[in-house]
């Protein structure tokens, strides 16, 4: 079998790593994390920077790798398309690709020239031309940074007050990114929705549209908290969600390969959020393959392995009428034990449960994403019963902190 170099070892490559492994092959992670989630599932550890494309290239060198690849993180994303360039491996998408999508002002102007419905936005290098951009649209407005992810200095500014701190939290975050501008955009009020499937032969393909619940709170705003199918939209909003998601894939230029895409559909309109050229880091693809049947991790290892037949595979899997994946939320401090984890694994419904803090780790407060404590993944018969199964499996899980 193959030697697969992953790039990341958190919960958002996880269930890639593990189904590596249990598909034969020789799986080596890379990661500045030794303890990190997925170190344990795979055969060897590379200890890299995931933003570290010379330790990563040198990484797969000394392991002997014959692929390449990552999901679910815009840092791993762009290290491992530069990476596979580097060494001639097989990737879906090219880093002036996964640029256009990362850049959140080249993004929006991209989806513009294509007749994409995006609110208005301005990305801003000085506060002056915040403020001008609010003096032109008016207040609410998001603020958040040019280069980011997982919710990173993203807020929601409603007075000339909050518009300095958020801006320069903004601004700072995409400056360590390497580009130091923020981007503005008007707020919209609606539902906000994740459509998760394959561009097929240059068209994307929607195997699951979940419904993005997000933490309430204006900062950090949209951490999303649960994925969940049903949707909740009709089908024929369901079908504008897509198109919208489609289009926006199109103006990017993605031309094979996984696709999340995030739109909000509310009393003004559908708009399109957000185009990425990878699968959700909260287990979106782990959702989809439980309402639809098919592994979008097979697929993303079958790219890097050129091995048509896994890439294209269909339906592998009984199907799900409702499928979620919900966080833990925990208690900022050092864990000092965990506890409920089999009870709840007992429980109806539940897939998979686990927390991403050891004991002896710290929780830290919910700034970002990737703050998040633990993750449950529950099937069931409708939307009511799944979300219920995930509230009930959660609840059973103690994670009991002091202050470090």
Known sequence: MSRVLVVGCGFPQLSLIRLARRLGHHVVGADLNPEALGVADCHEFALASTNDVEALVAAARAFRVDAVTTTGSEVSLKSTADVAARLGLPFH??????????EKDLMRASYEAAGVAVPAFAGCRTLDEARAFVAAHGYPVVVKPARGWGQRGVSRVDSDDELPSAFAAA??????????????????????YSVNGWIEDGEL??????????????????????EVVPCGLSAADEARVVAEARRGAAALGLRRGPCYSQVVLGPRGCFLFETAARMGGGFDADVTRLVSGVDLYARILGLALGDAALERQGPTSERSAAAVAKFLIGKPGRVRAITGLEAARALPGVVEIGTFVPVGGVVQPLTDAAKR???????GPDRATVLARADAALAAVALETESP
């Open 171 to 192: 601004h700072e975050h995409s400056a360590s990114a390497g580009l130091a501008v923020a981007v503005l955009e008007v707020f919209l009020e609606g539902g906000e």
């Open 93 to 102: 998408a090219d880093p002036e690709t996964v640029r256009r999508c990362q």
């Open 205 to 226: 393909v929607a195997y699951a549209v979940t419904e993005r619940l997000t933490v309430p709170g204006k900062k950090p705003l949209g951490v999303m908290i649960a």
């Open 373 to 379: 404590a633990g993750y449950v993944l529950a099937v």
